[in-house]
């Protein structure tokens, strides 16, 4: 299996531009995980899907944020209007429950979005 | 709110020593605490524990849980170049749920 795939691994976009991360999932997994990594925050939780279904979306900072999964190979994670402060790197991570205490995530490449 | 608290923030060291890192957490429900590991992309796992007081390894790596404490600490030993990178301890909690609370992460540098 090739893993988490997200796309692009690097965007440079203006501030006010639409931006669309996306994220194919490693086949077989049900869950689906949003993340956005900063310096000066760590590694946070945006979004979670299971089955396709958003499950928590507590850490989706405002509005301008909306991520979608339309079947289980695919999800995307969209800004809308962008603004520098989104700078990060943006992660998706798959995993399958094997047991009730055991769900390893396994995480994508990223996506390095820089908002000017 | 739930969160977890990682020390040293970063750490550098020479090869050959040994070091600990320490993670701290509260978490609602807690059911197990995750080591990763992140070098210059994603991170990668290396150690889910729940229960206090069973030790896993993995080569040079250990790690332990204190569930009465609310702790873990990630041991390495005979630390090499390769060892260097930004290690991430996340705990999970709540029942039906699989949200990881991450901390912000130990950066480990290893000298030659």
């Known amino acids: 299996d090739a893993g988490v795939i997200q796309s692009p691994r690097h965007e440079v976009t203006e501030m006010g531009q639409e931006v669309t991360l996306r994220c194919k999932p490693i086949?077989?997994?049900?869950?689906l995980f949003w993340y956005r990594q900063t310096m000066m925050r760590g590694l946070e939780l945006l979004i979670y899907?299971?089955?396709?279904?958003?499950?928590?979306d507590s850490g989706m900072p405002e509005d301008r944020f909306s991520a979608k999964m339309p079947n289980a190979s695919f999800s995307t994670l969209k800004i809308q209007p962008s603004e520098p402060r989104d700078s990060a790197v943006y992660f998706c991570?798959?995993?399958?429950?094997?047991?009730?205490?055991?769900?390893?995530?396994?995480f994508g490449p990223g996506t390095r979005l820089t908002v000017l | 709110e739930d969160k977890v608290v990682q020390s040293p923030l970063s750490l550098v060291v020479h090869e050959g020593d040994t070091v600990t890192l320490n993670c701290s957490y509260e978490?609602?429900?807690?059911?197990?605490l995750l080591w990763y590991k992140q070098e210059k992309k994603a991170p990668t796992f290396l150690f889910m524990l729940?229960?206090?007081?069973i030790e896993k390894k993995s080569g040079r790596l250990s790690s332990i849980l204190d569930k009465k404490e609310l702790f873990s600490i990630l041991n390495i030993t005979a630390t090499q170049t390769g060892d260097s990178a930004v290690y991430l301890c996340?705990?999970?909690?709540?029942?039906?749920?699989?949200?990881?609370?991450f901390g912000t992460g130990t950066r480990l540098k290893v000298l030659a």
């Open positions: 086949s077989g997994h049900d869950y």
């Open positions: 991570a798959s995993s399958a429950l094997l047991a009730v205490n055991y769900n390893e995530q396994f």
């Open positions: 978490v609602t429900n807690f059911r197990s």
């Open positions: 996340a705990g999970v909690g709540a029942s039906g749920t699989y949200k990881y609370i």
């Open positions: 729940t229960s206090s007081g």
């Open positions: 899907f299971n089955n396709n279904v958003p499950i928590d």
